[in-house]
């Protein structure tokens, strides 16, 4: 069974930092890869998607992600926080030639934004 | 455009009652899926409903059923609730169903259950 890890919780950074959220996932084959932010009582937002091709992805937001098939990684960054990014980041996965959109997500990644 | 909606935003039952959640999705769009999200389980795939039928269903017993309408609106029903079932409920629309839109989801802001 496919599975995505998430493996900070919560992490903390100064507005104007550097930010990586790093995410994991186990499955036999190269799955379609997605970052999803939710911000406090809100629905989710896709922030970008890689299919297939150049393995870094530009996103909405300022946001990119690099798909690193040896290491099974899809890690979100961003050069420069705003504290408007404080919210909670999802990784997801969903199998190619599933002809649906059944995402398996990661258990999340709290961005706190210092000022 | 209008985004998904969700209907109710929150909702108070007992165990043992029944509850059904209402999803519009995004207009033009044919797939409608829903996810429970809990503190403990995180995001969880319920179901996924295109062209009125179910296309994928997740690991959930069969207290929850839904259904899609010939206008693409979907309900979800949760029979003889339980304590377990407290969760946000969000539903999600996509504008394909094929391999190469897949995952490209529209939430909506979803339904907060509390079962007491």
């Known amino acids: 069974a496919q599975s995505v890890t998430q493996p900070d919780i919560h992490i903390t950074v100064s507005e104007g930092a550097s930010l990586e959220l790093r995410c994991n996932y186990s499955y036999g084959a190269t799955p379609y890869l997605f970052w999803y932010v939710q911000s406090p009582g809100q629905g989710l937002q896709l922030l970008l998607k890689y299919f297939s091709g150049d393995t870094l992805v530009q996103g909405i937001k300022g946001f990119e992600a690099e798909f690193k098939r040896s290491q099974s990684s899809f890690n979100l960054r961003k050069p420069s926080v705003h504290w408007s990014d404080a919210a909670e980041y999802f990784c997801a996965v969903a199998a190619r030639g599933n002809a649906g959109n059944m995402l398996t997500f990661g258990g999340g990644t709290r961005l706190m934004v210092k000022p | 455009k209008a985004g998904v909606t969700q209907t109710p935003r929150y909702l108070i039952k007992t165990r043992g009652q029944q509850v059904t959640l209402s999803c519009s999705p995004i207009?033009?769009?044919?797939?409608v899926s829903w996810y429970q999200q809990t503190p403990g389980q995180g995001l969880q795939f319920l179901f996924e409903y295109f062209s009125e039928t179910q296309r994928n269903k997740g690991n959930f017993p069969g207290r929850f059923s839904g259904r899609q309408f010939s206008n693409s609106r979907s309900e979800m029903n949760v029979s003889t609730l339980e304590l377990g079932d407290s969760a946000l409920y969000l539903c999600a629309s996509s504008p394909t169903g094929t391999s190469g839109g897949a995952g490209e989801l529209f939430f909506g802001e979803g339904s907060r259950l509390t079962v007491l």
């Open positions: 207009s033009g769009h044919r797939s």
